[in-house]
T-cell receptor, first 113, second 112 residues
Framework: EAGVTQSPTHLIKTRGQQVTLRCSPI?????VYWYQQALGLGLQFLLW???????NRGNFPPRFSGRQFPNYSSELNVNALELEDSALYLC????????????FGEGSRLTVL | GNSVTQMEGPVTLSEEAFLTINCTYT??????LFWYVQYPGEGLQLLLK?????DKGSNKGFEATYRKETTSFHLEKGSVQVSDSAVYFC???????????FGKGTTLSVSS
């Protein structure tokens, strides 16, 4: 069974640019979570999608947004990039209603210069 | 709001030493508690979990007990190996399906 896949694995952007990160969940998983892992800050919850709907978002500005497609894959968009957006962005998926075992991808490492 | 606090690292141990990584939480209600591990170059993976008070989660020689009275979920292992070197994250989930809230992570380094 294929795991959670994310793309791209690494990317470099400059301040003010926009970026789109992609996530394919495990087959049969309908919920997708996005987390930001910045140095020294641990994992910060960004967004939660379930059945195509945004269910919750963390304490991030509106320039962080995303969507979930009918096949349950998901995109995370970040507009007007700032230096502090440099981080590893992790996607995780879970079967709807299951308790806690999130399956994580290896992440997309974003560097903003 | 809900939060998780874990001991700052890095934790440096010799092989076969005893490991404790402290984790305390703040939550309304009765959350589920988790330990996730991130090995070098790999994604996070679930290590163990406990869903109610006094439950003990265990896996790969690691254990943690859900202590409601002290709001804690400390991770322990009796004899660590070099291969246990990783970053360990404590997390809580308020109810099934909601996002996990993670601590900042504790880096463990085990030398032979």
């Amino acid at each position: 069974e294929a795991g959670v896949t994310q793309s791209p694995t690494h990317l470099i952007k400059t301040r003010g640019q926009q970026v789109t990160l992609r996530c394919s969940p495990i087959s049969g998983h309908t919920s997708v979570y996005w987390y930001q892992q910045a140095l020294g800050l641990g994992l910060q919850f960004l967004l939660w999608y379930d059945e195509g709907e945004e269910r919750n978002r963390g304490n991030f500005p509106p320039r962080f947004s995303g969507r979930q497609f009918p096949n349950y894959s998901s995109e995370l968009n970040v507009n007007a990039l700032e230096l502090e957006d440099s981080a590893l962005y992790l996607c995780a998926s879970v079967r709807r209603g299951s308790s806690g075992e999130l399956f994580f991808g290896e992440g997309s490492r974003l560097t903003v210069l | 709001g809900n939060s998780v606090t874990q001991m700052e690292g890095p934790v440096t141990l010799s092989e076969e030493a005893f490991l404790t990584i402290n984790c305390t939480y703040t939550a309304t209600g009765y959350p589920s508690l988790f330990w996730y591990v991130q090995y070098p170059g790999e994604g996070l993976q679930l290590l163990l979990k406990a869903t109610k008070a006094d439950d003990k989660g265990s896996n790969k020689g690691f254990e943690a007990t859900y202590r409601k009275e002290t709001t804690s979920f400390h991770l322990e292992k009796g004899s660590v190996q070099v291969s246990d070197s990783a970053v360990y994250f404590c997390a809580l989930q308020e109810r099934a399906g909601t996002a996990l809230i993670f601590g900042k992570g504790t880096t463990l380094s085990v030398s032979s």
